[in-house]
C-alpha cells in the first residue's frame, strides 16, 4: 500500500486530492515527538 505525497499532508482518513485511504500507523505528528523523545534520552544518559 503507497501513501502519495498528497496523502501524507492531509489528517483526514481519506485524501482529498486523490481519494486514497491515509490511516498510517505514524502521523508526522508522533514522528516529531519520537524525535524529541530520543534527544531527552540521550540527554539523561549523558547527565
Ligand atoms: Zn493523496
Not at 505525497?5 to 500507523?25: D, M, N, S, V
Not at 515527538?33 to 530520543?38: E, L, Q, R, T
Amino acid at each position: 500500500m503507497k501513501l502519495m505525497k498528497c496523502c501524507i499532508y492531509t489528517l483526514r482518513e481519506k485524501c482529498p486530492q486523490c481519494g486514497a485511504r491515509t490511516k498510517t500507523a505514524h502521523p508526522p505528528k508522533f514522528s516529531a515527538a519520537d524525535k524529541y523523545g530520543k534527544y531527552r534520552r540521550i540527554a539523561k544518559q549523558k547527565l
